[in-house]
């Protein structure tokens, strides 16, 4: 059999066979944050000890932020089916930077999690986000 045949049919066959689980719902999994609850829950699996004020959320409720004691933030993010939890200091944080109404592209020193762009559903949210990330006290800000 020729060799250029054979390798078109393995590519053919893989590519079907991802198709085929895509299409029968063996997709990703998204995790999504439906509740404070939730995300307090699944913060405090990792720290315990450390108390959550308010709560804000990105637009598709895979993130969640929130001003925790000592100026720093903490963080909840949907990995897949999985979560990431963070306790953010300003001197982790590379750059905030505005985009349109509502997007925030944040940059950090975390190389597990070093650039993400964040969409929130107002203005206000993402500027709650943005002081407590920079470690700026600022209105609904609970540090300390």
Known sequence: MDLRLLLMMVVAGIGFGVLAIHFMGGGIKRSILDSDEVVKARFHLDYPEIEIGEICYTDDRRTAFFPLNSATTGLVHGVGDRFLTRCVASSDVISLEEKGSTELLL??????????????????????????????????????
């Open 107 to 144: 940059r950090m020193r975390d190389f597990t999690w070093p650039k993400v762009r964040l969409v929130f559903s107002n203005q206000d949210e993402r500027k709650k986000v943005k002081n407590w990330l920079s470690g700026s006290i600022g209105e609904g800000n609970l540090h300390g």
